[in-house]
């Protein structure tokens, strides 16, 4: 199953005009604040029509301004968990949890009250009043309603936007769950925060001023070396899969990805887990040579594939790694000192710590 | 201190009254309230004013507006008349005057507890695949439900004390028309009537103030209901 967006909105002078295509797993439309996120979300919920364009899920058209189809919210079967949880505040926590469970479609498949509560940790929570709740059993509270309402899909607009670093830490393993667990729900997830969408995204849709900039799987849209400046120079890094071989009883684990092996600090996973690692691009340093004697010890054999000149003294440059993509971001100069051109055989060198700790443990 | 025949039938008319205006006027009000809070529409600024017209004419303006419209001289009171409807110097009529004197006191307490109603709650009902009327029944009215109370309350203690417009319309005839504040002003007409004019002063007194006490109290819950505490 999947959903098709291909629309067109206006307000005033801001126009969002987008078009793309959310399959199994959780594809994450990710941009600024302001480049239309949310507008998207809520014309595939229903909330609003747009000018023109056209919804579906699967085979079902749920807007078409052209056929004069628009479905309502309430029969599109999509779950919804807006940024600010909007818990019902005259309802108890189980009483939200159950309100929409009573319009299930005949036949649709869901999760119990019981599978709910267990899998977000809700059982000490039922009888309390929303307003009660921090923010993030708030969220956990919204995210056990949308489920209860057994939808085709989960709508997910910055759920995390609200809550603090811990807080946030405590609730991704929930929704990893949601993701890699039996619900196999497809999730169309809006966020801003690059570390949220590298962990949890299978794939990636990017807005820049109201249009898809760049969309495709995650991994061929991070290692994007035209997608830098969209993620921003501090964010932008490749994200490839790696496998745990050993743990060092100095704290360094060892992981092997397609072109080698990388020793990183801080790594939860099992031996033989696989997990996500994020490169980041302004973290890599590229060497004609191999250096030697050096206090990092990763370092990949790597050939340029592409060399992206950005506007200031930067440039993004793709590097073949195995069969991996990772990115590195250098100055201008070095470009044209170290020569380094598509085809052009080098190192990198990546530093233990380029690994966002929140990105490990899958 | 007694109270002779008189005074207890002007009391229970005045409820009776009340009762009547109360039940009759809170679903339009609140349909009005709706209305003027949510929708936008052409003549809305007009529909509003008149509303609000019986707050600042006087009430035996509105009475003899009334008069006009329902008297047995008019031609829709003639039909009224004939069904046996007449309003005009029956209770029927009082009932009537105090809906309208009554009316944009409701309105004005229910439309603040519709537009405190954040609408992004209905929305979230919405995507739960919550059908519109249920959202109305399970979020909406749950969240005005004080807010309705308030202004029925009002509403019913402005129908205790209606005098002027309640006068000219169906005039002030012992057992049939004669409320309360029309048996107390009777009363104040005869000499040496203050003393049957003063229990029934104090008993209006009593229900008037307990009226706004109660709607106090419904308005603070409204208030504490949607801030969810």
Same mark, same amino acid.
């Given at each position: 199953?999947?959903? @098709?967006?291909?629309?067109?909105?206006?307000?005033?002078?801001?126009?969002?005009?987008?078009?793309?295509?959310?399959?199994?797993?959780?594809?994450?439309?990710?941009?600024?604040?302001?480049?239309? !996120?949310?507008?998207?979300?809520?014309?595939?919920?229903?909330?609003?029509?747009?000018?023109?364009?056209?919804?579906?899920?699967?085979?079902?058209?749920?807007?078409?301004?052209?056929?004069?189809?628009?479905?309502?919210?309430? @029969?599109? @079967?999509?779950?919804?968990?807006?940024?600010?949880?909007?818990?019902?505040?005259?309802?108890?926590?189980?009483?939200?949890?159950?309100?929409?469970?009573?319009?299930?479609?005949?036949?649709?498949?869901?999760?119990?009250?019981?599978?709910?509560?267990?899998?977000?940790?809700?059982?000490?929570?039922?009888?309390?009043?929303?307003?009660?709740?921090?923010?993030?059993? !708030?969220?956990?509270?919204?995210?056990?309603?949308?489920?209860?309402?057994?939808?085709?899909?989960?709508?997910?607009?910055?759920?995390?936007?609200?809550?603090?670093?811990?807080?946030?830490?405590?609730?991704?393993?929930?929704?990893?769950?949601?993701?890699?667990?039996?619900?196999?729900?497809?999730?169309?997830?809006?966020?801003?925060?690059?570390?949220?969408?590298?962990?949890?995204?299978?794939?990636?849709?990017?807005?820049?001023?109201?249009?898809?900039?760049?969309?495709?799987?995650?991994?061929?849209?991070?290692?994007?070396?035209?997608?830098?400046?969209?993620?921003?120079?501090?964010?932008?890094? &490749?994200?490839?899969?790696?496998?745990?071989?050993?743990?060092?009883?100095?704290?360094?684990?060892?992981?092997?990805?397609? &072109?080698?092996?990388?020793?990183?600090?801080?790594?939860?996973?099992?031996?033989?887990?696989?997990?996500?690692?994020?490169?980041?691009?302004?973290?890599?340093?590229?060497?004609?040579?191999?250096?030697?004697?050096?206090?990092?010890?990763?370092?990949?054999?790597?050939?340029?594939?592409?060399?992206?000149?950005?506007?200031?003294?930067?440039?993004?440059?793709?590097?073949?790694?195995?069969?991996?993509?990772?990115?590195?971001?250098?100055?201008?100069?070095?470009?044209?000192?170290?020569?380094?051109?598509?085809?052009?055989?080098?190192?990198?060198?990546? !530093?233990?710590?380029?690994?966002?700790?929140?990105?490990?443990?899958? | 201190?007694?109270?002779?025949?008189?005074?207890?039938?002007?009391?229970?008319? +005045?409820?009776?009254?009340?009762?009547?205006?109360?039940?009759?006027?809170? %679903?339009?009000?609140?349909?009005?309230?709706?209305?003027?809070?949510?929708?936008?529409?052409? $003549?809305?600024?007009?529909?509003?004013?008149?509303?609000?017209?019986?707050?600042?004419?006087? %009430?035996?303006?509105?009475?003899?507006?009334?008069?006009?419209?329902?008297?047995?001289?008019?031609?829709?009171?003639?039909?009224?008349?004939?069904?046996?409807?007449?309003?005009?110097?029956?209770?029927?009529? *009082?009932?009537?005057?105090?809906?309208?004197?009554?009316?944009?006191?409701?309105?004005?307490?229910?439309?603040?507890?519709?537009?405190?109603?954040?609408?992004?709650?209905?929305?979230?009902?919405?995507?739960?695949?919550?059908?519109?009327?249920?959202?109305?029944?399970?979020?909406?009215?749950?969240?005005?439900?004080?807010?309705?109370?308030?202004?029925?309350?009002? $509403?019913?203690?402005?129908?205790?004390?209606?005098? $002027? *417009?309640?006068?000219?319309?169906? *005039?002030?005839?012992?057992?049939?028309?004669?409320?309360?504040?029309?048996?107390?002003?009777?009363?104040?007409?005869?000499?040496?009537?203050?003393?049957?004019?003063?229990?029934?002063?104090?008993?209006?007194?009593?229900?008037?103030?307990?009226?706004?006490?109660? +709607?106090?109290?419904? *308005?603070?819950?409204?208030?504490?209901?949607?801030? $969810?505490?």
């Amino acid at each position: 199953m999947s959903l @098709r967006v291909d629309m067109r909105h206006s307000f005033g002078a801001f126009a969002v005009d987008v078009a793309f295509d959310a399959t199994d797993g959780i594809t994450a439309l990710f941009g600024r604040s302001g480049a239309g !996120k949310t507008t998207v979300i809520n014309a595939v919920a229903g909330l609003f029509k747009p000018d023109a364009g056209r919804v579906s899920f699967g085979s079902e058209t749920l807007f078409d301004h052209d056929a004069g189809i628009f479905v309502p919210p309430n @029969r599109r @079967r999509l779950g919804y968990v807006f940024q600010d949880a909007r818990l019902f505040p005259h309802l108890s926590v189980l009483n939200n949890l159950m309100f929409g469970n009573r319009y299930t479609a005949p036949g649709a498949a869901g999760p119990t009250l019981d599978e709910v509560v267990d899998l977000l940790g809700l059982s000490a929570l039922l009888e309390r009043a929303p307003a009660t709740l921090s923010g993030g059993e !708030k969220q956990r509270v919204a995210l056990g309603r949308a489920l209860l309402s057994h939808p085709r899909m989960l709508l997910m607009d910055e759920p995390l936007a609200n809550l603090d670093g811990p807080r946030k830490q405590a609730i991704l393993p929930y929704l990893e769950r949601l993701r890699d667990g039996p619900l196999r729900l497809p999730i169309l997830y809006v966020s801003h925060a690059v570390d949220e969408v590298t962990r949890l995204a299978d794939r990636l849709v990017l807005l820049h001023n109201g249009q898809v900039s760049a969309q495709g799987p995650l991994y061929e849209v991070m290692s994007d070396p035209s997608a830098v400046p969209l993620l921003g120079v501090r964010e932008a890094g &490749a994200v490839i899969d790696a496998r745990v071989t050993s743990h060092a009883a100095d704290g360094l684990s060892t992981l092997a990805i397609s &072109a080698g092996q990388l020793e990183l600090p801080g790594v939860q996973a099992a031996v033989g887990a696989r997990v996500r690692i994020r490169i980041l691009a302004q973290d890599v340093i590229l060497s004609r040579i191999r250096p030697e004697a050096l206090s990092s010890v990763n370092i990949l054999p790597v050939t340029i594939e592409k060399v992206h000149p950005g506007d200031g003294p930067g440039a993004a440059i793709a590097l073949r790694a195995g069969d991996d993509r990772i990115l590195a971001r250098v100055t201008a100069r070095a470009v044209a000192e170290l020569g380094l051109v598509e085809g052009v055989a080098c190192f990198a060198i990546l !530093k233990a710590t380029t690994v966002a700790p929140g990105s490990i443990g899958r | 201190m007694t109270m002779d025949a008189a005074a207890w039938d002007a009391l229970r008319l +005045s409820l009776w009254v009340a009762c009547w205006a109360t039940v009759l006027a809170v %679903p339009a009000a609140l349909w009005i309230a709706w209305v003027l809070a949510r929708k936008e529409f052409w $003549g809305k600024s007009v529909l509003n004013a008149l509303v609000h017209l019986p707050l600042v004419l006087p %009430p035996i303006v509105t009475g003899y507006l009334l008069l006009l419209a329902f008297g047995r001289n008019a031609p829709l009171g003639r039909v009224l008349d004939t069904l046996g409807l007449g309003l005009a110097f029956h209770w029927s009529g *009082a009932v009537l005057a105090a809906i309208i004197m009554g009316f944009p006191l409701m309105v004005r307490a229910m439309r603040l507890a519709i537009e405190a109603v954040d609408p992004r709650l209905e929305e979230a009902a919405a995507t739960l695949g919550t059908p519109r009327m249920a959202i109305f029944a399970r979020v909406t009215l749950p969240l005005i439900t004080p807010g309705i109370l308030a202004g029925a309350v009002m $509403g019913f203690a402005k129908a205790m004390g209606e005098f $002027g *417009a309640t006068i000219t319309f169906v *005039a002030n005839i012992p057992g049939q028309t004669q409320t309360l504040p029309s048996a107390i002003w009777t009363a104040l007409q005869i000499p040496n009537g203050e003393a049957q004019a003063i229990t029934m002063v104090l008993l209006a007194s009593f229900v008037a103030l307990g009226a706004v006490a109660l +709607s106090e109290v419904l *308005a603070r819950r409204v208030a504490r209901r949607i801030a $969810g505490t």
